[in-house]
């Protein structure tokens, strides 16, 4: 769909002559009216609503083009989380708002009224979907990227050491030594023997200055 705003007769005029060329039909606006005399409904709000699919135009307000982007936008994204129903996660959802909120952000997303409210509103609403995307990926890098000790005994010596020479295990303290690996993310641990995770557990935040 497009959208010719027309801000004078002139504009008018030779939008319904090049329409009525490339042989659109007109719905609700006469393409052949050259003296351009129906311009004078909305004025300087005038719209062209361009269809080239069915080859149509139709005339509106530019407020009336809002409210069909917008409900036209709201069927858009309707008909894409259809598509992921059956996975079923909220991340494949939150996945699809976010690149519709990207695809939807250009101008033609929402054309803004005189004092730019409704434009205002429409990236209001793309910047909360942003953040609430934001917000599920940043737990998620969290959880890749906390540390685990491998605790096998309850005592000062209970943690597993990897000792990074000869890649052999040794039992020691929780604080860091050199040569030696005893902090492991999730993925590092169950690389090594999935069976390891059983007994992780996590890095509390003032073991880290240490």
């Known amino acids: ?3 010719i705003c ?6 008018f005029k030779y939008s319904l002559k090049k329409l009525r060329e490339r042989g659109f039909i007109g719905l609700n606006v006469d393409l052949s009216d050259i003296e351009g005399n129906q ?4 004025g300087c709000q005038t719209v062209l609503k361009v269809n080239n699919e ?3 135009v139709e005339i509106m ?3 009336d083009l809002m409210d069909y982007a917008n409900d036209d936008e709201e069927k858009e994204l309707d008909e894409r989380l259809e598509e992921i129903e ?3 996660t909220e991340a494949a959802e939150t996945d699809v708002r976010v690149e519709f909120a990207r695809s939807s952000y250009a101008p033609g997303g929402v054309i803004p009224s005189d004092d730019g409210k409704r434009r205002k509103e429409f990236v209001e609403g793309r910047i909360e979907i942003l953040k609430e995307s934001l917000a599920e990926y940043e737990k998620e890098l969290k959880e890749l990227t906390h540390l685990y000790y491998l605790k096998v ?3 000062e010596y209970g943690y597993l050491n990897l000792d990074l020479d000869d890649n052999t295990w040794i039992f020691g303290p929780k604080q860091q030594n050199n040569g030696f690996q005893n902090r492991f ?3 590092e641990i169950t690389d090594m023997n999935e069976g390891l995770w059983g007994i992780a557990v996590p890095v509390e935040e003032d073991d880290l200055q240490c």
Do not use: H, I, Y
């Open 61 to 63: 307000s530019e407020l």
């Open 39 to 42: 311009w004078g409904a909305f």
């Open 153 to 155: 005994d309850n005592n």
């Open 54 to 56: 069915t080859r149509t």
């Open 185 to 187: 993310t999730k993925e």
């Open 1 to 3: 769909m497009e959208a």
């Open 86 to 88: 059956d996975d079923g």
């Open 6 to 11: 027309c801000m004078n007769k002139d504009v």
